[in-house]
T-cell receptor
Framework: NAGVMQNPRHLVRRRGQEARLRCSPM?????VYWYRQLPEEGLKFMVY????????ESGMPKERFSAEFPKEGPSILRIQQVVRGDSAAYFC??????????????FGPGTRLTVL | AQSVTQLGSHVSVSEGALVLLRCNYS??????LFWYVQYPNQGLQLLLK??????LVKGINGFEAEFKKSETSFHLTKPSAHMSDAAEYFC???????????FGAGTRLFVKA
């Protein structure tokens, strides 16, 4: 059973470009979470999605960032007009049930975004 | 609001010595508590979790943690460090009704030969 997959693993963008990060949850998981990890910091929650629904996006910056989890295909985290401060590691996690806080979240290997 | 404080951003121990990584939490409701490990350039892997029941929780790789409600602590220990334990460790908390997991800033563990 494949784990959570993220691609690309490394992404380099110039200021003003768009970054698209993809996450395929584990088989059978319908809940996806995105986190951002800045250097020397812990993970910061960004958004929680179910298929075709954004459940909580309280951690998402108000501008330039968006996320989706379509009925078919991976979850996408999109960052428009990237700035140097967006450079970070972005992790996706998935879980099989909603609201079951004791359920482990399974993490992908992350996408390391570098903005030049 | 929930929060997690990890004391010590860096901890260094000798191989074979006791590992103690400290975590204190704040939660207005009974918490679920987690320890995750992150190896370089990898995602997080669950070491152990506390939900309900026994307060001493055993995890993978010989790690264990004890939930102490009176001290609002969930410290991670391992009796004898191994070189392969060198990694970053994150304590995390979520509440019983929700889904959002709050992570501490992490503690990087160094193991000296």
């Amino acid at each position: 059973n494949a784990g959570v997959m993220q691609n690309p693993r490394h992404l380099v963008r110039r200021r003003g470009q768009e970054a698209r990060l993809r996450c395929s949850p584990m088989k059978g998981h319908s809940h996806v979470y995105w986190y951002r990890q800045l250097p020397e910091e812990g993970l910061k929650f960004m958004v929680y999605l179910q298929k075709e629904n954004i459940i909580d996006e309280s951690g998402m910056p108000k501008e330039r960032f968006s996320a989706e989890f379509p009925k078919e295909g991976p979850s996408i985290l999109r960052i428009q007009q990237v700035v140097r401060g967006d450079s970070a590691a972005y992790f996706c996690a998935s879980s099989p049930q909603r609201g079951e806080a004791h359920n482990e979240q399974f993490f992908g290997p992350g996408t390391r975004l570098t903005v030049l | 609001a929930q929060s997690v404080t990890q004391l010590g951003s860096h901890v260094s121990v000798s191989e074979g010595a006791l590992v103690l990584l400290r975590c204190n939490y704040s939660s207005s409701v009974p918490p679920y508590l987690f320890w995750y490990v992150q190896y370089p350039n990898q995602g997080l892997q669950l070491l152990l979790k506390y939900t309900t029941g026994a307060t001493l929780v055993k995890g993978i790789n010989g790690f264990e943690a004890e939930f102490k409600k009176s001290e609002t602590s969930f410290h991670l220990t391992k009796p004898s460090a191994h070189m392969s334990d060198a990694a970053e460790y994150f304590c995390a908390v979520s509440d019983t009704g929700g889904f959002k997991t709050i992570f501490g800033a992490g503690t990087r563990l160094f193991v000296k030969a």
